[in-house]
Nanobody, 123 residues
């Protein structure tokens, strides 16, 4: 059974940083492209960052160099380092895995999802 579990969310003031983790079990994450998505109340889910199996990465336009996605294949864990957080970054953040080696910011292409972790940024 494939399971993805996010951790590291919380509350922070604008300009602060948070580091999210996503631990994958039941599948070798090195064979799957991974992604981070977020959904704010009343808004559609959007792609934050994605990483291919070869380490290539892609970010949503709104990231503007503030976030970094990475992956530790030994630990089967993906990370999202978020710096210079803004109130508009407030959302539930989800990690996801797709049975394909290439990154994508399209959520419909992902098969496995975590339960999400809340990020709240206050002004």
């Amino acid at each position: 059974q494939v399971r993805l579990a996010e951790s590291g969310g919380g509350s922070v003031q604008a300009g602060g940083s948070l580091s999210l983790s996503c631990t994958v079990s039941g599948v070798d994450s090195s064979a799957y492209a991974m992604g981070w998505f977020r959904q704010a109340p009343g808004k559609q889910r959007e792609g934050v960052a994605s990483i291919s199996t070869d380490g290539d990465t892609r970010y949503g336009d709104f990231v503007k160099g503030r976030f970094t996605i990475s992956q530790d294949n030994v630990k089967n864990t993906m990370y999202l380092q978020m710096n210079d957080l803004k109130p508009e970054d407030t959302a539930m953040y989800y990690c996801a895995a797709r049975a394909d080696p290439f990154w994508s910011l399209r959520d419909i292409l992902y098969k496995y999802w975590g339960q999400g972790t809340q990020v709240t940024v206050s002004s």
